[in-house]
């Protein structure tokens, strides 16, 4: 079966551009993360979803960061005004598991961003 | 204080030696989850266990096993035999279902390499 998708796999974008990160994840997965992994350096949380609903984006590291997940589906990351510390790999994750922790997250192939 | 951690940053071993990734981590919960993941150079990050803190049962399968030690807050993983296709990171990841809900936290995560 399918797995999670993200789109696009590699994106360099001008310091000050805007991006669109997209997460495609496994149907019927209640549960969608967005992770940040720096080079070298493992997963960071940057936010959560159940269904549509955001509910943690504790992780986000400034409020150029904004994700989406409106029809409960596809989730979109989207990073205004682009810094080069936001050069990193962009993890995608889905879970069948509502809530709790208890469900293996599995992984999409990630967007590794470069900001010049 | 970091919640996960690694400490081995790097291990390189010969084909078919056993090896040993430590894990410790670092929780006020009750409950929580435990995982390992192995991400290959390809990049995607793979699930392999999810241990509940209820659960201190050893687990293997096949030439993996893990150990899990409330007592030590440690869950080591050991692959036995290893081969070259074993060479990956490896993360440990923690799951705090009271205070962190649904986010993983990674270790730095443990590049192991196999060599023929």
């Known amino acids: 079966g399918a797995g999670v998708s993200q789109s696009p796999r590699y994106k360099v974008a001008k310091r000050g551009q805007d991006v669109a990160l997209r997460c495609d994840p496994i149907s019927g997965h209640v549960s969608l993360f967005w992770y940040q992994q720096a080079l070298g350096q493992g997963p960071e949380f940057l936010t959560y979803f159940q269904n549509e609903a955001q509910l943690d984006k504790s992780g986000l590291p400034s409020d150029r960061f904004f994700a989406e997940r409106p029809e409960g589906s596809v989730s979109t990351l989207k990073i205004q005004r682009t810094q080069q510390e936001d050069s990193a790999v962009y993890l995608c994750a889905s879970s069948l598991e509502a809530s709790g922790g208890r469900g293996e997250q599995y992984f999409g192939p990630g967007t590794r961003l470069t900001v010049t | 204080a970091q919640k996960v951690t690694q400490a081995q940053t790097e291990i390189s071993v010969v084909e078919k030696e056993d090896v040993t990734l430590d894990c410790v981590y670092e929780t006020r919960d009750t409950t929580y989850y435990l995982f390992w993941y192995k991400q290959p150079p390809s990049g995607e990050l793979v699930f392999l266990i999810r241990r509940n803190s209820f659960d201190e049962q050893n687990e293997i399968s096949g030439r993996y096993s893990w150990n899990f030690q409330k007592s030590t807050s440690s869950f080591n993983f050991t692959i036995t035999a290893s081969q070259v296709v074993d060479s990956a990171v490896y993360f440990c990841?923690?799951?705090?279902?009271?205070?962190?809900?649904?986010?993983?936290?990674f270790g730095e995560g443990t590049q192991l390499t196999v060599n023929p």
């Open positions: 990841a923690l799951s705090e279902v009271e205070t962190s809900g649904s986010r993983l936290t």
